[in-house]
């Protein structure tokens, strides 16, 4: 156990040298992986965002239906019961007229001449149902239920029921815009992972190639694969290891930098001081997830490689 472990140290003590000595050659490779990583992560945090704006607006979200002065209330509790039977309803909740005129007395509490006339009428407003539905790109099954007779006779002509439209287009945007996001960052992380690869490929030939000597005689000594293999492995880890670091710090220095400017402004449908709220929150979790992608991506790339580099130099 003992002599695994000195191996293993010695393993990692030549890949982290080997790191430093072919620090030139690896610049490339770093920036690359850099370019990678910084994607991945801006996917993370766009992706949460998107989540967190969707879930705002869908919690906001509800259908309206006003009804009737005449109607009764067994009338009303059916719907009611009706509503929440339907399987894309979350809630339902009976506004009286009374409960509506004090919510509208509420919001214009500062608009004196709208107290005295809706004061002088009476209460004009209808009660309504107020319907939360839990999936908002299904609301047509709702306004499809509410549309049929015997419910269109409950509601006020004048009225009817109404949800907002641009609030669902809105969503509708966001999900289309959402996966776009994740389709075209996928690609992105992809294409950038193989140049990666193969710059790394490249690096680790050029490196095998300047110890070859080296390698010709831990060969003749009668040194393992993995022992040979190791140290690069250990080197394009590296590689991931500060590709990682530098997205992050990159990330972090341009959320620091601009905080006010894009705490206080949006690109688009991405709110950007949630994005900075969640990259805060969750910065530890991000650079081990940045940690772990760059490693691995970097072991991967490493092991394909030397496997086949160090076997054409094993065969001549």
Do not use: C
């Not at 009611?80 to 004090?102: M, T």
């Not at 900075?276 to 992608?293: N, S």
């Amino acid at each position: 156990m003992k002599k695994k472990v000195i191996t293993l140290f010695r393993i990692i003590r030549a890949g982290l040298i080997n790191f430093v000595r072919n620090l030139s050659l690896a610049t490339a490779a770093v920036a690359i992986m850099v370019v990678t990583l910084t994607i991945v992560l801006f996917l993370v945090i766009a992706n949460a965002t998107f989540t967190n704006t969707i879930a705002q607006l869908d919690s906001k979200i509800n259908i309206s239906v006003y009804l009737l002065d005449s109607d009764t209330p067994q009338q009303v509790n059916t719907l009611e019961q009706q509503l929440r039977a339907l399987p894309n309803v979350r809630n339902v909740g009976y506004v009286s007229k009374d409960e509506a005129l004090a919510e509208y007395k509420a919001e214009n509490a500062n608009n004196t001449p709208l107290l005295e006339a809706i004061s002088e009428t009476g209460n004009p407003l209808p009660a309504s149902v107020q319907i939360e539905p839990r999936n908002i790109s299904q609301i047509q099954s709702i306004k499809n239920f509410l549309d049929k007779p015997a419910n269109v006779a409950l509601q006020d002509p004048e009225v009817g029921s109404t949800y907002s439209g641009d609030r669902k287009v809105a969503i509708n945007q966001i999900a289309k815009t959402t996966n776009l996001l994740k389709e075209g960052g996928i690609i992105g992380v992809a294409i950038f992972a193989i140049i990666s690869a193969l710059i790394i490929f490249n690096t680790l030939r050029m490196a095998i190639f300047n110890r070859r000597d080296e390698i010709t005689i831990m060969r003749l000594l009668g040194a393992t694969t993995w022992y040979i293999r190791g140290p690069f492995v250990v080197e394009s880890m590296s590689y991931g290891v500060i590709a990682a670091l530098i997205s992050v710090l990159f990330i972090k220095a341009l959320f620091s930098t601009a905080s006010s400017t894009l705490q206080a402004s949006s690109f688009g449908l991405l709110n950007i001081s949630y994005a900075y709220t969640y990259f805060t929150q969750h910065f530890w979790l991000l650079l081990t997830l940045q940690l772990g992608v760059g490693i691995l991506l970097g072991a991967v790339s490493s092991i394909i490689a030397t496997r086949r580099f160090l076997k054409f130099k094993s065969h001549r």
